[in-house]
């Protein structure tokens, strides 16, 4: 077995046991599904992993980490996680904050249009409700970037609501348990055994519980997500319009306002593709441009 590979313990083995008799014996119903909460609380309780955004009730920072955790993983935000907070403490701090401070300490975790979308986020959160998250997945949705999945993780990370919702992790963890053998595997099939094996009175534990067991099962088997017919592999970064617009940004944070060729010059950037990309960082509002510069926003 690898390093960092959970050992199961005989209790463990023998809940898994449990679980496939009641699969089994009355197909995927309740029964089952009652089975696979017990297997995943009782993973969490022994082999939960440590992140600071569950040491806090704080619906701010649990709202923070949700978003850093869209696109990233889990190591990659422990760090910007600690470093942001320290930096922008509340809604209050974050929505007064220049949008490039903001995308200054977010350099490093991807996908900076995040970024943007959770400084506007923290500016209407302090606008419409003096700087208290709203609590329903409705409303939490209406907020930029924020998908439905993302609203019901923070409902239930922030408010400890019994949501019921899909990602990564969570379709990891039901594909392996419930659809073994099968291919093409939808949402629609999964979300009514998620609704079934939640814990309704211990919602944010739960769905811990299954973050941690859909990590331990990618590194123990193949990834169960390749069985999904929402499964797409992720394009190439290397020299992709991503990893330049990432680029352009860190330039642009360190140096300040360049012209275009300026700035395509010291990227290596074919100047095409630099000013394809530029404009519509410009539309997007990450990047103005003033007297033939430009520069952050």
Not at 31 to 37: D, E, K, P
Not at 178 to 207: C, M, Q, S
Request: charged share 25%; proline share 4%.
């Amino acid at each position: 077995m690898s390093a960092g590979v959970t050992e199961f313990s005989d209790e463990h083995a023998v809940l898994v046991g449990e679980f496939e008799r009641a699969l089994s014996g009355e197909g995927p119903g309740r029964a089952a599904c009652r089975a696979l909460r017990r297997v995943i609380c009782h993973y969490y309780r022994h082999q939960r992993r440590q992140m600071a955004w569950r040491e806090t009730t704080d619906p701010y920072r649990i709202f923070v980490s949700e978003v850093m955790l869209q696109q990233t993983g889990v190591e990659r935000v422990r760090q910007k996680y600690a470093e942001f907070i320290e930096k922008f403490p509340d809604f209050p701090a974050l929505a007064a904050a220049e949008q490039r401070d903001v995308l200054a300490a977010w350099q490093g975790l991807g996908y900076n249009r995040r970024a943007i979308a959770l400084h506007r986020s923290a500016q209407i959160v302090v606008e419409k409700s003096g700087g208290t998250l709203p609590r329903t997945v409705g409303d939490l949705e209406s907020l930029p970037g924020i998908g439905h999945a993302t609203a019901s993780s923070i409902a239930a990370f922030a408010f400890n609501a019994p949501t019921v919702f899909i990602e990564t992790n969570v379709r990891r963890v039901f594909i392996h348990f419930f659809f073994r053998g099968r291919e093409g595997i939808t949402d629609a099939e999964i979300l009514p055994l998620v609704a079934e094996t939640l814990d309704p009175e211990h919602p944010r534990e739960f769905y811990w519980g299954v973050m941690d067991y859909g990590t331990m099962l990618k590194k123990r088997y193949p990834n169960p997500n390749r069985r999904s017919a929402s499964y797409a592999i992720q394009s190439r970064f290397e020299g992709s319009d991503r990893q330049v617009r990432g680029r352009v940004l860190r330039v642009l944070l360190s140096e300040g306002p360049m012209d275009a060729a300026a700035l395509f010059e010291g990227l290596e950037v074919d100047r095409k593709k630099g000013e394809i990309i530029l404009e519509k960082m410009v539309t997007e509002g990450f990047v103005a441009e003033e007297s033939g510069k430009y520069r952050i926003r």
